[in-house]
T-cell receptor
């Protein structure tokens, strides 16, 4: 079974530039998550989708971050304009359904450095 | 306000001995608790979980203990192996919501 795919793996941009990350979840997984992991911290949820609808985006900085999940499969996370504090690993994860004890599977992450 | 706390940033253990990683939480509504392991440059991988209606779950060398009255859980690895060296994240969730993670504990197992 293919895992959660993410791209690009690494990205370096200057502050105020924009960047987009792509995620393809495990086939058949209805729930998709984007987490941000800053160095030395645990992953923090940015947004959760159920199919193509947003379940929770309360911690997404909406003035600069946006995410979409068209057709309930792939998802894109965009940052515009980027700030230095956005340097982090952006982890995409998926699960069969809204979490109720079932496992959440993570991709390898997209590493962002803002200079 | 951290709802899931891992107060030990690092732990060093000798091969063959027991590793005990600890986690405290503040939200009594959490239904599920999970442990994830993360190697450098990789995403977290699921290790073991426990429901709030249980106090112990075992899977091979890994055992998770839950003490609801103390709002504390621990992960025991016996015997520890060098390949267990990684960052371990404790995570928790009320059913229907996404996982909330601790800051992680870096385990180093020396041979």
């Amino acid at each position: 079974e293919a895992g959660v795919a993410q791209s690009p793996r690494y990205k370096i941009i200057e502050k105020r530039q924009s960047v987009a990350f792509w995620c393809n979840p495990i086939s058949g997984h209805a729930t998709l998550y984007w987490y941000q992991q800053i160095l030395g911290q645990g992953p923090k949820l940015l947004i959760q989708f159920q199919n193509n609808g947003v379940v929770d985006d309360s911690q997404l900085p909406k003035d600069r971050f946006s995410a979409e999940r068209l057709k309930g499969v792939d998802s894109t996370l965009k940052i515009q304009p980027a700030k230095l504090e956005d340097s982090a690993v952006y982890l995409c994860a998926s699960s069969l359904e809204v979490f109720s004890g079932n496992t959440i599977y993570f991709g390898e992450g997209s590493w962002l450095t803002v200079v | 306000d951290q709802q899931v706390k891992q107060n030990s940033p690092s732990l060093s253990v000798q091969e063959g001995r027991i590793s005990i990683l600890n986690c405290d939480y503040t939200n009594s509504m959490f239904d599920y608790f999970l442990w994830y392991k993360k190697y450098p440059a990789e995403g977290p991988t699921f290790l073991i979980s426990i429901s709030s209606i249980k106090d112990k779950n075992e899977d091979g060398r890994f055992t998770v203990f839950l003490n609801k009255s103390a709002k504390h859980l621990s992960l025991h690895i016996v015997p520890s192996q060098p390949g267990d060296s990684a960052v371990y994240f404790c995570a928790a969730s009320p059913a229907g919501t996404a996982l909330i993670f601790g800051k992680g504990t870096t385990l180093s197992v020396s041979s």
